[in-house]
């Protein structure tokens, strides 16, 4: 169910200046500036903006620096600067094939369980790695079921409108529901190959010969020239996940597309089962989903070691990916907490404390931690300001053993991989290095945050939020960005 958090016009009511603002305008003086910012917030958005001098951590320019708005994607950061105080950027994730049972003549006479410590990049290639290692064990046929095992954290339903809807139906990947195991970040990755000139295109699963679950309809193969009118969603009833598809698929080369799972971990499992059927493995028994920790007498057949941290963290920096980002957040809270945690709202608050702890660092107060429910940002109620990503970021700068996994996430704008940031000043593209943040529901979020180098050689950080407000439900992605980006300009030009 979804988890019932405050609604968006009273919490606007309760935004405030942070500790961290008072102090460092306290320090020096406060330039407004901003101004495309100001004006936009004249037209009737909520802004929060500051500039921070990493040279002598003088505050540049700030606007509502200590309001907390809605950050969106920009949380993300929070997870990686958390995630890098927690562990070192090499640590990696390890995935496991178990069994409970005698092996002999090549047979598991018993289950086999597939267990997970939390690797949120575990792919089909990972799984083929898994069942290669079976096979080189020796293992040809399993009596038992195969069994997928979630805990620590068992069943963690869904928080999020858009995981919610995902449950029963999706056509893209970015809202799979979060789970403790998933492959392919809890998609169906689907391959799309034409065929002959009005034959069916080939639908299969990625580095299998057929897809584990039943495919509805199909896509007809036309000419090179035309245009592709493909569709592909997965649909869910009671007999499981299956995907219906439509329309048209030039020849030429296959596409490969996700589609959201409903159930992540049995998904898995099934993608698995059929992994183990093609390489010449047999199980006998069904697909089950366990939230109970794997048996003690279980023995490791195979292991499959995840991506490094610092390259999870690239991928979820970069390709603002979801799934990476509270995969982690729930591998920090059981990390850090005596017990694992059951949902996502809940281990969010160790990124809230964390956020705290960096003023209490600098300012050796106790202020109040922001509200944050989830590190992908899907949540709207997060709050975050811009003298939050600023101390943040102020803070991974001076830190040497973190700062080069950190800002080897962020994205300079000639070389983002989303055309919006790809506009703007040789300044804007070649002298930033940011993450964004953006939603449209409930109301409309643009966030940008990261680094400026000065004419120098020195640093700048910043962060720009605008917020849609109860007066201006909807700004336009394209006018807030026209609005950071002049005046990231400004700042180019100053420094």
Known sequence: MIRRLPAFAPRLARIRFTL??????????????????????????????????????????????????????????????????????????????????????????????????????LDHLSLWSLAAQLRGAGVNSVSGRLVISTAPFGALGCETKDRCEALSRSDTAYNAPLA?????????????????????????????????????????TVGASRKPTYWVERVTDAGGDSLRVGGELPQGAGVTLYRAMSDPPLGTGLVLKETLREIGIRVDGAVVVSHSPVPAIAYPLAQSEGLSLKEQLGRMLRYSNNYVADELTLNLAAAQRPRAPSQLADAARVLSDFVASLERRRLTVDPPPPRLYSGSGLTPENELSAADLVALLDDQYHNTRNFPAFYGGLVVPRQAPFVFLRNGSPAWLDRVALKTGTMDDPHSVCGVAGYLRKKDGGWLAFAAIVNGTPRRRHVPLYQAMQAVRSDIDALLAKY
């Open 20 to 121: 961290l603002a008072a102090g460092l305008a306290a320090a020096a003086p406060s330039f407004a500036a901003w101004n495309a910012l100001a004006e936009l917030q004249r037209s009737g958005a909520a802004v929060s903006a500051a500039a921070l001098d990493l040279d002598d951590g003088k505050m540049l320019e700030q606007l509502n620096a200590g309001t907390r708005l809605t950050p969106a994607s920009l949380t993300k950061l929070v997870v990686a600067a958390a995630a890098l105080d927690a562990w070192p950027a090499d640590k990696t994730f390890q995935t496991r094939l178990l069994a409970v049972g005698p092996f002999k003549d090549g047979r598991i006479d018993g289950d086999l369980f597939l267990q997970s410590v939390g690797d949120a990049t």
């Open 180 to 220: 403790a195991l998933a492959v392919d970040y809890g998609n169906w990755c689907v391959e799309l190959r034409p065929g002959t000139l009005d034959a069916p295109a080939m639908v299969s699963a990625c580095g299998l010969g057929q897809l584990p679950i039943p495919v509805a309809g199909e896509i007809r």
